[in-house]
Nanobody
Framework: QVQLVESGGGLVQAGGSLRLSCAGP????????MGWFRQAPGQERDIVAA????????YYVDSVKGRFTISRGNAKNTVYLQMNGLKPEDTAVYYC????????????????WGQGTQVTVSS
């Protein structure tokens, strides 16, 4: 019943930046751990970044550390992924996901998913 909607994807040159947004219902959104996943053609869907429901902790996959930042909006029903220094290997469909608070970050742990937004990085 939690509907997540991503936006902000597009085409960008290597070294550029994009800011992805994820919106959900305010009444439940703040009670969930949030994450961003990505999936390239023919590849598995993998975690990129995650944030605790209360913002106390964040996680980043090694390949994006220092370049990507996950954050919660002040409205409590938005989550962002700021992507700087983009590389061609970042090209993928990016998905916003939500789960009840837990300590694991696999696709099986997440209860709700957005439809995805395409990010393409050209060289």
């Amino acid at each position: 019943q939690v509907q997540l909607v991503e936006s902000g994807g597009g085409l960008v040159q290597a070294g550029g930046s994009l800011r992805l947004s994820c919106a959900g219902p305010r009444q439940s959104f703040y009670s969930y751990d949030m994450g961003w996943f990505r999936q390239a053609p023919g590849q598995e869907r993998d975690i990129v970044a995650a944030v605790r429901w209360n913002g106390a902790r964040t996680y980043y996959v090694d390949s994006v550390k220092g370049r990507f930042t996950i954050s919660r909006g002040n409205a409590k029903n938005t989550v962002y992924l700021q992507m700087n220094g983009l590389k061609p290997e970042d090209t993928a469909v990016y998905y916003c996901a939500a789960k009840k608070p837990s300590n694991t970050l696999t696709t099986l742990d997440y209860d709700y998913w957005g439809q995805g937004t395409q990010v393409t990085v050209s060289s």
